[in-house]
Each structure stands twice: as C-alpha cells, then as structure tokens.
C-alpha cells in the first residue's frame, strides 16, 4: 500500500497509544435479518444486464418492504430485510420485497434471479457501480473487483455485546461447512461446469482479508486488534474484513457470509432460521472456546463442503471422527428442534431435513436443469422463474447416501 502522510499520522497515534473505540451497538439476542445479492438478467440472453441504477430508481418510488440499494458492479443488486425474531414474519417481508423487485424488472424488461454465480458472464465485461467505496475497492483490488460479481446471503444474528458475538462467531465455526453445503448454489462459473458445488467462495478467498476470523475472544482485545490494522492503513472499517463470519459492530450483530443466494426467497428464509436455531442451541451450553485448535479441519471442512456440497466429508478435529456432511446436518437438525419450536420455526427444521433426503441443495437442481436444457441461458431463465415462485418442477434425486 502507497505510503500517505494520514497513514504516517495514523501510525504515529497508534504508537502513541491512541485508538478509537470500536463501540458495539446491544442488539435483541437471536434476532435475525437477511441480505441477498441478486442477479440482473436480460431475458434475450439470459447474461447479466446493467440495469441496477434503473431498478432501484423504479422501486423506490414507492416504499419499498426492506431495504434495496446497488452493488460493486451494474449487473447486481442487494435487498436487506428488517430485523426479525422469528421465521414467519421474514418469510413474509422477503416474499413482499420479491414481488416488488419483479414488478419493477417486468417493466425494464429484465429478470431477477438467485443463485450463487452466473454461469456464463464474462467478468471483464462488467462495470463498477459509480460509488466511492466501489471505486476504491476496484483502485485497490483491479481485476478482483469485477470478478466479484458473485451473489451471496448473510445472515445477520443479534448479539447483547461484542464478546458475546466473538464467543458466538468461533462457536459457529464447526457448522460452516453446513452452511455452505446447503446454500450451495454456483456449480457453473464463466462457461464450464467447476466440479463445486460452491464455486463463488473461490472468488471471495482471493481477497487477502477473507477466510475465518482471527482467534481472538473478548471485545476489547479485538478493539485493539482493529485499531492496530486500522493504524497501519491495512483497514478503514469492518467492510474491509472479508470474513467468513464477522462482527458487525454497528448493528449488533455477526454476520454469516458463507451461503450463496438461494434460489428461492423461501430457501433464503429456511438458511436463515436454521442458523438462528443452531446459535440457539450453542447459547444453551456456552463453553468458552479452548484453544485456536477448533480450527485445526476448518480450511479442509470448508473446501469439502464447497467442492461436494452434503456428500462432502468433514472431520472433527477435536475427535478426529469424519462422516458425510449430509449426516451432520440431520444430526444438528434433530438437536435444534428443541430450540427451534422456541423461536416458532420448526418449519424450517422439517423444510432442512426434506433437502437432505429428497432434494438435495440448489447446485444439484442446476446441474440437473442444465442437462436437460442443454443451455445455460435456458438455466438462467428457468432459475429466474424459480425466483418469481412460478410452480417449479419435481425436486431432483435423493442423495443417494442419505440415510432413512
């Protein structure tokens, strides 16, 4: 990084001992809210389009259920939910803010559609949205920046405090490969089939500031954290952080940022509630962490997970015990439905097992749509129907392991 005269000021008040406080905001515990990154498509084409600025200015000329607003390039778009406490209501505001967007794409004549990457979309042909923060990071990242046109979901949890958030964040570390496998949703990726079922984590782990968290446990140590990388110019704020789950001081909450964008607005609200019943369940049993060894299979359980989706094997490294993610899932769900009839979703509980012993995740839809559309527009289109919640067809094959 070029060295400034405000990168020497800042590295002289951090040698002096200055930091500004990174203050946590209280929020509800276990409240939940969603963002989702969309796809813009031509109907012709079935490749991306520019259309974000024309969108957002449409739909917002009336309130808009949510919140709405652009994205790094013109071909993407992100809607925020409110905050929740439980599934049905969330359902509800993503369906209402779903059919507001799809109004106001049928009269640009354009769709919008979910998924975790578009299959076929030359990423230099994309165009960074004109906004400073776009603008820097395209300045600092170059061709990164336009390749991150990828779509993901975040799942927001509400936290009381930051050390809370980072017990919680490290916690969760053994379920991201669930996550991941669940959402799956980006088996293709500029023209050719990956072999992943999650092929948009690739694009995020070029990103020096992605991957896991650093082990650190209590708020005020990582306010000093913070403040020495922020002093050094290495950061400007939290957005910097590309992690796999973050703190999000400002609205106080951590951020899961692992799942592709569903395709589906109902899908998106299952991931959410089974994330929030799994934090649930570990806040009913709050150990502290031991020991920077909870990540010692992260990197392989999460590569795992992202390349065979629920047929992926995941070890525990505290045992040393492997088995098929789709066992974990059914194992968690079955631990969560205590504590997922306490936050009225077991909905969602039972919606998470029927993937896993009939549907499968999106990705394998994908795969199977495409080898019976022989197009990936025709998959592009046929995803965009999925999205407006026409009538779909019958869910492919069961995971063949799946247990009875």
Same mark, same amino acid.
């Given at each position: ?58 739909? &917002? ?25 439980? @599934? ?11 059919? !507001? ?73 053994? +379920? ?38 650093? @082990? ?47 395709? !589906? ?8 509630? +089974? ?7 570990? &806040? ?23 390349? @065979? ?60 749509? +495409? ?34």
């Amino acid at each position: 990084m070029t060295t400034t005269p405000s990168t020497i000021t800042k590295t002289i008040n951090s040698r002096s001992g200055e930091r500004e406080p990174l203050e946590f905001t209280v929020s509800n515990l276990l409240t939940v809210g969603v963002e989702l990154e969309l796809q813009l498509i031509d109907r012709r084409t079935g490749d991306l389009t520019r259309a974000a600025s024309d969108l957002i200015a449409l739909v &917002l000329k009336k309130p808009f259920p949510g919140e709405v607003k652009p994205e790094i390039t013109e071909s993407m778009l992100e809607i925020s939910t409110s905050v929740h406490g439980s @599934f049905k209501p969330l359902v509800a505001e993503l369906i209402a803010m779903r059919d !507001t967007l799809v109004a106001g794409a049928d009269r640009l004549d354009i769709e919008v559609a979910g998924g975790g990457a578009h299959p076929f979309q030359r990423w230099y042909d994309r165009q960074i949205y004109d906004r400073p923060r776009f603008r820097h990071v395209a300045g600092l990242y170059g061709y990164l920046a336009k390749q991150f046109t990828v779509f993901g979901q975040h799942v927001h949890i509400g936290c009381e405090n930051g050390t809370q958030a980072l017990w919680l964040l490290h916690q969760l570390s053994s +379920y991201i490969p669930q996550f991941i496998a669940l959402a799956a949703a980006s088996p293709y990726f500029q023209g050719v089939d990956t072999a992943y079922d999650c092929s948009r984590l690739n694009s995020v782990y070029a990103f020096p500031l992605s991957g896991r968290a650093p @082990f650190v446990t209590d708020w005020p140590a990582f306010e000093r954290f913070f403040g020495k990388l922020k002093a050094l110019g290495v950061v400007e704020s939290m957005k910097d952080f590309y992690w796999d789950v973050r703190p999000k001081p400002e609205f106080g909450t951590i951020e899961v940022r692992v799942c592709d964008t569903p395709l !589906t607005v109902e899908r998106a609200a299952v991931l959410a509630a +089974y994330v929030q019943a799994i934090c649930r369940m570990l &806040l009913e049993r709050p150990i502290a962490p031991e020991s920077e060894e909870i990540y010692l299979t992260y990197n392989y359980n999460r590569f795992q997970a992202c390349r @065979f989706g629920l047929e992926g094997q995941v070890i525990n490294s505290a045992t040393g015990a492997s088995r098929p993610l789709h066992q974990e899932v059914l194992a968690t769900v079955d631990a969560c439905r205590p504590f997922a009839r306490e936050l009225e979703s077991v909905d969602a509980m039972d919606e998470i097992e029927r993937w896993v012993r009939t549907g499968g995740n999106d990705a394998r839809w994908q795969r199977e749509t +495409y080898q019976r559309r022989h197009s990936m527009a025709e998959l592009l289109l046929e995803s965009a129907d999925r999205w407006r919640g026409k009538p779909a067809r019958a869910d492919v094959l069961p995971i063949a392991a799946a247990p009875s």
